[in-house]
């Protein structure tokens, strides 16, 4: 019995119905199924999303529209696992780059690594290289992640790594970069500990880190 | 051959005397460069309460002269350039005190966004759409309820303005008249991407309704720019990023394919060509493009991985394809044999029979004069069809 809501949380994720996979969620919250289990099915669900959305079977709206199923049910269990076990895998700062104003890139790797179970801090977009750096300090993330689309503003992404440096945290955080005006080869030269190509991705990288 | 000549021949897939250039949104910062104009301090102004209020008031009552303004300037540089057309476009907005905004004033159009206004290294003023204010139907219902007497004024500042800068410009360069943003961008932005992917799912009925009455009035404006006498007109719609289109193509097709349809349909019977602008990586929607009836596709990102050849090799001549050079790099950096060999390249890929028009990728401030002067002078020296 168990095994087979677990199956249809994960499968109505799949479908994305967001009714059924609340419903289910009340009753896995209400029931005898493990908690720590429907939350397993609806990570691996979530790594179904990500394959999706990285084969290019999934676009944008799937891909944030999944995300939204599987923090609604996420919500509703999250509260009962933190009596039971540990609580979120880490926690992120991510913000987009002093001068940059696009946001969606942001908001959807915001929204996925929060339904895998990172805590997000969202800084917002055009934020200078302080305002990233005392995050830092305050929040002792995980990781920082930077978001950049502009030719004009890739500069920030140095000026934050040294921003770090200067105040002996580099060490202490690891730093995902992605957005349109980035590549690989730009992370290595600035600094940075990875670049992103999309969303999913990001969330494998800094889940990597979190385990190691 | 002039200029207008130039671009109508190749716009018919027709060969023309040497491959036309376009240029596109020039940025302020790029125009002033051009014209050796100086910007206003405008952040320190806006920093001092009352001028702040004072620069409101201006703004509010002088919108549609300020704005023409700063596009008049925008076609003198791109004909000082030697542009051949250069895309044009209005924009309807009030300046709204807002103190949770950098400068303390923002600006709202009539579809519902909010523009953050900032200013860049040179005291230039910009303006970028952030966010919306209809995130609920509810608040749409009464975002469009409020706002529609605006509807017809907008509607009747687009002609007005883009047969001024016909009638003042059109001897010197050909406008590409702009509708604004496209159905995609203003039933999305009003309510943000989040918001609008959830609608799509939960409340497709509003996501509907939405969509028809962006499309009546983009039909409206596109009307008007042509009244206005524009010979070629810009739609455009972001449909894709990095990687591909934010949507599945088939839901693009089943939510906006109609509406992309009548859009077509309505500048052909005015016997006017439609060239559609989109960002991105569009290798899955060029068929759609052209089944929707659209005459060319302007951008073509390299950045996104758009190669100009293998979008020609796909759509052979079904689409005039405008732009892809570069402004990552090449038109920010790059050298005079860099941009040559780039503008070599590009004619290489996809200007034989005509429907070629070269034009940078997009546009921001660090675009450099210069390099687009060396752009148009190399379409000048490799671009003669000798035929
Ligand atoms: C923290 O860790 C991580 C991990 C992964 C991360 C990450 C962080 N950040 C991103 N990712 C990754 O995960 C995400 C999901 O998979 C992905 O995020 P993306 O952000 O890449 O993808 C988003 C989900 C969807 N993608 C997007 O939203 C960007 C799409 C494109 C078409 C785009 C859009 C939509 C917009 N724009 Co802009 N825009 C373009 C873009 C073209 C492109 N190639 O991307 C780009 C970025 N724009 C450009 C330009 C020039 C501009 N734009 C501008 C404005 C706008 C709009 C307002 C119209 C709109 C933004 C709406 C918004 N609120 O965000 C202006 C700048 C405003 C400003 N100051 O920021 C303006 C300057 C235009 C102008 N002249 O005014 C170009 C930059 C060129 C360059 N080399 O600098 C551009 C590449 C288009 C082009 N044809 O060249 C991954 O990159």
């Known amino acids: 019995m168990s095994g087979e809501i677990l199956e249809q949380l994960k ?5 994305l119905d967001m009714d059924g996979a609340v419903e289910l969620a009340e009753l896995v919250a209400g029931g005898d199924v493990r908690i720590a289990d429907a939350v397993n099915a609806i990570s691996e669900g979530l790594e179904v999303v990500g394959q999706r959305f990285q084969r290019g079977e999934w676009f944008l709206t799937e891909l944030v529209y999944a995300g939204e199923i599987a923090r609604e049910t996420m919500d509703l269990l999250s509260p009962l696992m933190e009596t039971a076990s540990s609580g979120p895998l880490g926690t992120v700062v991510v913000g987009t780059v002093a001068g940059d104003l696009h946001d969606l890139g942001k908001d959807i790797f915001i929204n996925y690594a929060r339904s895998a179970g990172f805590k997000l801090i969202d800084l917002g977009v055009d934020v200078p290289a302080e305002g990233f750096v005392s995050a830092v300090k305050e929040h002792h993330p995980l990781a920082l992640g930077m978001s950049c689309l502009l030719t004009t503003t890739d500069s920030e992404i140095g000026k934050v790594i040294e921003g770090l440096k200067r105040q002996n ?10 957005g349109a005006a980035l590549t690989e080869q730009f992370a290595e030269n600035a600094g940075a500990d990875a670049f992103a190509p999309d969303a999913v991705t990001g969330t494998d990288i800094i889940r990597g880190w979190g385990a190691s | 051959m002039d200029f207008k000549e130039r671009i109508l021949t190749a716009i018919n897939h027709e060969e023309p005397d040497r491959v036309p250039v376009m240029g596109l949104i020039l940025d302020r910062a790029t125009s002033d460069r051009v014209l050796g104009k ?5 952040g320190s102004m806006l920093s001092n309460p009352e001028l702040r209020d004072e620069i409101k008031d201006y703004m509010n009552s002088s919108w549609n002269d300020m704005y023409y303004g700063s596009w008049a300037d925008v076609l003198e540089a791109a004909i000082k350039l030697g542009f051949d057309a250069n ?3 209005y924009a309807f907005m009030q300046a709204v005190e807002d103190p949770e905004s950098k400068l303390g004033l923002v600006l709202h159009d009539v579809f519902g966004r909010v523009w953050e206004l900032g200013v860049d290294e040179d005291g230039n003023m910009m303006s970028s759409y952030v966010r919306g204010l209809c995130t609920t139907e509810e608040e749409w219902d009464a975002w469009v309820e409020r706002k529609r007497p605006l509807y017809d004024k907008l509607i009747e500042n687009v002609a007005d303005y883009h047969k001024r800068l016909a009638d003042n410009y059109g001897d010197r360069i050909l406008p590409i008249g702009f509708a604004g943003s496209g159905v995609f961008e203003n039933t999305w932005q009003p309510m943000g991407f989040v918001n609008f992917s959830k609608f799509v799912y939960q409340k497709p009925d509003f996501v509907e ?22 010979e070629v007109v810009l739609g455009g719609d972001d449909l894709s990023q990095k990687t591909g289109p934010f949507m599945h193509p088939e839901l693009i ?17 005015r016997n006017r060509k439609l060239i559609w602008h989109s960002c991105g990586n569009i290798y899955a929607l060029l068929d759609k493009f052209v089944e929707w009836g659209f005459d060319g596709i302007l951008t073509m990102e390299p950045t996104a991985g758009m190669d100009l050849g293998k979008v020609r090799e796909q759509v052979g001549h079904k689409l005039v394809l405008v732009g892809n050079l570069d402004v990552s790099y090449l038109l920010v950096r790059g050298t005079q044999e860099e941009v040559e060999a780039a503008v070599k390249k590009a004619i290489r890929d996809a200007a034989k029979g005509g429907g070629y028009i070269l034009s940078a990728a997009h546009s921001h401030r660090l675009v450099d004069p210069t390099r687009l002067k060396w752009m148009i002078e190399a379409a000048h020296k490799y671009g003669k069809y000798t035929s």
Do not use: N
């Open chain 2, 38 to 42: 100086k910007p206003a301090d405008i």
């Open chain 1, 11 to 15: 499968a109505r994720l799949l479908d």
């Open chain 2, 253 to 269: 097709e089943r939510l906006f394919g109609d509406s992309y349809r009548r859009v077509s349909e309505l500048v052909h019977k």
């Open chain 2, 87 to 89: 895309w044009t476009v």
């Open chain 2, 209 to 230: 309704k939405v969509i028809d009455f962006q499309t009546d009035v983009y039909l409206k404006c596109l009307d008007a720019v042509m009244r206005s006498g524009v």
């Open chain 1, 169 to 178: 945290v580099r060490d202490k955080v690891k730093v995902i970069i992605g």
